[in-house]
């Protein structure tokens, strides 16, 4: 299978663009005299095209795999399992970091058995499961790949993509009356998850791996230049879509739009028409690692949010330097600290691992 190195640079924009959203840079700002409200509303729009992306990049490259691999099932096992291991990790962390700031500001009682249970039954519940965790929120985005691959994996072994794809679509659709077009019909329950949102892309990326020479074909009739603008295009509509749906209509602010199909779509087709795109950029290196800067970045938002809070520089985040410079030093304290992680775990574990592996197999 030949490296697409487009989709790992195009994923280092995707964490930068899901970094902005959850850091929200100019809040509280004026920049120019504009309200720092209406400027951090255009980011996050903007920026709206990068979980989707994630999930077409996961669903094609799984497809890919699933057509080169020897075992179906077993690639597939490793994959989830891989996902299932990556969230509860992070989940744990998460959980913990959370329970050690309640005790350090005397909120939560250890010893306290009541207490204890109220936070386990607040934090450990069923839904976590399906709609992610309410601690490291970001980790909702794991919990849908998991059940989208687990879903599209039934349906390739149907032979059933087809099929899948239409009933996603349908499903998507739907999923936009608990969004921003909550002003016009509101549903009873969520749809940021596998079902709404996630199956839709990651079935679209697989259905791309299947039919790569028709697709590819396509991308290149299109042309690369064309494809940026219909990117473009595509995204300063949805600035007028998510205006109109949330001012006009009082919808929800919202994870996903009619434009967000077009948009990711336009900007994956660039990628499989310019494969070679970052080759050698320190960009797709850091695109390569994504998922890492994904799961570890929202503790850094918070740890440093905390430590001007215990110190007493609150007013430092009310500077403008600091709307500029936040996201950027949140990008790369997770970058590096992940790649800091990676590398502790391989030098304490992977003895461990070699001498597991040679005493199962001598047996």
Request: hydrophobic letters at 50%; zero cysteines.
């Amino acid at each position: 299978m030949e490296r697409n190195y487009a989709i790992d640079y195009l994923k280092f924009y995707a964490i930068f663009a899901v970094i902005l959203i959850h850091t929200g840079p100019f809040e509280g700002a004026a920049i120019f005299g504009i309200d720092g409200y209406y400027i951090d509303f255009t980011i996050d729009t903007l920026s709206r095209f990068a979980v989707p992306f994630f999930f077409i990049s996961s669903g094609y490259l799984f497809g890919m795999k699933m057509q080169t691999t020897k075992s179906r099932s077993i690639y597939f096992s490793s994959y989830v399992s891989k996902m299932v291991n990556l969230f509860l990790s992070w989940f744990i962390f998460y959980l913990l970091y959370d329970l050690f700031v309640k005790i350090f500001f005397g909120s939560f009682n250890p010893f306290s058995v009541p207490e204890i249970i109220k936070f386990i039954e607040e934090n450990i519940k069923l839904e976590v499961f399906f709609y992610g965790a309410s601690t490291g929120y970001q980790l909702w985005y794991l919990i849908a790949l998991i059940w989208s691959i687990l879903i599209l994996f039934v349906f390739v072994h149907l032979n059933k993509l087809n099929l899948l794809l239409f009933i996603s679509l349908g499903l998507n659709m739907i999923g936009l009356f608990s969004q921003s077009y909550s002003g016009l019909i509101t549903l009873p329950f969520g749809t940021r998850d596998a079902f709404f949102f996630g199956l839709l892309y990651t079935t679209l990326g697989a259905y791309a791996a299947y039919n790569e020479k028709a697709i590819k074909g396509l991308a290149l009739r299109i042309k690369p230049k064309r494809l940026i603008a219909l990117f473009s295009i595509f995204s300063f509509l949805l600035i007028i879509e998510r205006a109109v749906t949330v001012f006009l209509l009082d919808g929800k602010i919202g994870d996903y739009f009619l434009m967000t199909l077009p948009i990711t779509i336009s900007l994956f087709l660039y990628a499989l028409s310019k494969p070679a795109l970052g080759k050698d950029s320190l960009f797709t290196k850091v695109g390569k690692e994504s998922v890492g800067v994904y799961v570890i970045h929202v503790f850094f938002i918070k740890f440093i949010h905390l430590l001007t809070d215990v110190a007493g520089f609150s007013s430092l985040e009310e500077n403008i330097l600091w709307h500029i410079l936040f996201s950027p030093i949140v990008f790369v304290l997770s970058y590096l600290s992940y790649g800091v992680l990676q590398k502790m775990k391989k030098r304490k574990f992977n003895p461990l691992f070699k001498r597991m592996h040679a005493v199962v197999w001598k047996q």
